[in-house]
């Protein structure tokens, strides 16, 4: 055998060594437990999933219900899974015969210079017009089939899938966004409201501490000194109070924006006041491995890995011989001028069969470029799961001081109040003045207030607590998809 040959099939067996697989990432690293939480118990699968139940608000829970219908971010979203579920479609139509109806008719004229030769055969078929006109048509149903020999299709349509489902978490997680934003910015609202309450009760105080002021002024037993501080007092709380009335607007309208509803929506519904709602049972973290079947950000990163992945292989069985074969059945018609007219019905079968080794270099660098977008993919999931697992670090150091810092600010408030209580005896016994007793007041209002912010830290780190443990969804909905006999990208995702 000579040289020329053998560069063929060397050529070939050289390609084709190279297809046998895509590059394979190593399995994420997780702890084994939580650094925050030491012995922490198993999530509760069922509180986790609708989370926002657990604050036992009625209208906290309307909210986040309407606002995941309604968001414009979760409705792209959708639109973005309709999109790869047609792709998924248009990757499946690969695998699947492929038929057409084309049809064609010619007509072509001959200019005719001689004549026919006397008694020759052909005498009576050759017109006499100087220019002979020559039809043509066929009509016919043909089916084309490139055989997927090597699974390069298939591997196409798999990484369909995997987008699809990518963009399915993706959905939730939009979704958990919203819910997230909106318990947040509800929680805000109600810590704002109850500001503005206490802020209007330290406001009378203030100008009750100034009247007094000015009537001791008056006595000769204080200075003017006295009575501009108090009044300034008045003047700052007053000013606070027009501050804090933009920032409720501002929480009211960033609401109607969440919910896609018209500015003042949430006014209305939300004027009257009520108190900041505190998720009374305790929040149970599980552990880290947890979140790879919980949180649909790092399921939408591992399934966009799984595509990548695959569409690194289909890259490098595109390097594998071609194989299709046709078919056709259809009627056929020729015409000589007015001389000879004919039809006849035809079938015919046929192969095609492609090796690319003069386009090797245009496949060789497709092939580098896969491997590079899923190298992209892996570092992107990686970066997706560190992020993760701070987040819930995060969330529990400070659910943790949170708790503690509550406490603290209520026993202060507790005291602030008992000593209100104890200067009020003390007045009605005439034991003390009423400057005394205001001063306590002035003291238990902020007391309440610290207390008020307390409890509205806390409220929100529960909520970001909630969302970092992937609560808001149960994974089973993952599963549910138009391609349930794919391999679910969650299986490729956990070590």
């Given at each position: 055998m000579t040289a020329k040959a053998l560069a063929a099939p060397l050529l070939l067996a050289l390609a084709l060594?190279?297809?046998?697989?895509?590059?394979?990432?190593?399995?994420?690293?997780?702890p084994e437990g939580w650094f925050s939480a030491a012995g922490a118990q198993a999530a509760d699968?069922?509180?986790?999933?609708?989370?926002w139940h657990q604050f036992d608000d009625p209208q906290l829970t309307a909210l986040v219900s309407r606002a995941m219908q309604q968001n414009h971010d979760v409705r792209l979203a959708m639109a973005r899974v309709t999109a790869a579920r047609a792709q998924l479609r248009q990757s499946r139509a690969g695998l699947l015969p492929s038929f057409d109806l084309p049809g064609s008719a010619s007509r072509q004229w001959v200019e005719n210079d001689q004549d026919a030769e006397p008694g020759s055969p052909l005498a009576d078929f050759i017109p006499d017009d100087d220019v002979i006109s020559v039809d043509t048509w066929e009509l016919a149903l043909q089916a084309t089939w490139e055989l997927d020999l090597f699974g390069a299709t298939r591997a196409r349509r798999d990484s369909a899938a995997r987008q699809l489902r990518s963009a399915?978490?993706?959905?939730?997680?939009?979704?958990?966004?919203?819910?997230?934003?909106?318990?947040q910015g509800y929680l805000q609202l109600r810590a704002l409201q109850g500001q503005r309450a206490l802020l209007v009760e330290g406001i009378e105080v203030a100008r009750e501490l100034e009247r007094i002021a000015g009537l001791l002024f008056h006595a000769g037993e204080v200075t003017r000194l006295d009575v501009e501080a108090t009044s300034a007092e008045r003047a700052s709380l007053e000013a606070d109070l027009d501050e804090l009335d933009i920032h409720l607007a501002e929480a009211q309208l960033a609401l109607d924006t969440l919910l896609a509803e018209p500015p003042g929506s949430t006014a209305a519904r939300?004027?009257?006041?009520?108190?900041?709602?505190?998720?009374?049972?305790?929040?149970?973290?599980?552990?880290?491995?947890?979140?790879?079947?919980?949180?649909?950000?790092l399921i939408a990163e591992a399934a966009r890995?799984?595509?990548?992945?695959?569409?690194?292989?289909?890259?490098?069985?595109?390097?594998?011989?071609?194989?299709?074969?046709?078919?056709?059945?259809?009627?056929?018609?020729?015409?000589?001028?007015?001389?000879i007219s004919s039809a006849s019905k035809f079938a015919r079968v046929g192969a095609t069969f492609g090796l690319p080794l003069l386009d090797y270099p245009r496949r060789g660098a497709a092939i580098d470029l896969a491997d590079a977008e899923g190298e992209t993919a892996y570092v992107a999931f990686e970066q997706a799961l560190t992020r993760a697992l701070e987040e819930v670090e995060r969330g529990l150091t400070r659910m943790a001081g949170q708790q503690r810092r509550h406490t603290s600010l209520s026993r202060t408030r507790e005291h602030r109040e008992r000593a209100h209580r104890l200067a009020q005896r003390s007045y009605e016994l005439g034991e003390a003045n009423?400057?005394?007793?205001?001063?306590?007041?002035?003291?238990?209002?902020?007391?309440?207030?610290r207390a008020l912010e307390g409890r509205t830290a806390l409220a929100t780190a529960q909520v970001a607590l909630y969302v970092a443990l992937g609560g808001g969804w149960q994974a089973e909905a993952a599963e549910t998809s138009d391609t349930p006999s794919e391999a679910s990208a969650l299986e490729r995702s956990q070590p």
């Open positions: 060594s190279a297809c046998s697989s895509a590059p394979q990432h190593a399995d994420p690293q997780l699968a069922e509180t986790l999933a609708a989370w399915e978490a993706q959905t939730v997680a939009a979704r958990l966004a919203v819910a997230s934003n909106t318990a939300l004027a009257a006041s009520a108190p900041v709602p505190l998720a009374e049972q305790r929040i149970a973290p599980g552990q880290p491995v947890d979140l790879l079947r919980r949180r649909p950000d890995l799984d595509a990548a992945e695959l569409q690194s292989l289909a890259a490098r069985r595109d390097l594998f011989p071609k194989l299709a074969v046709q078919a056709a059945v259809g009627r056929s018609g020729f015409a000589l001028g007015d001389a009423l400057s005394e007793v205001l001063d306590a007041q002035r003291g238990a209002l902020q007391a309440r207030q």
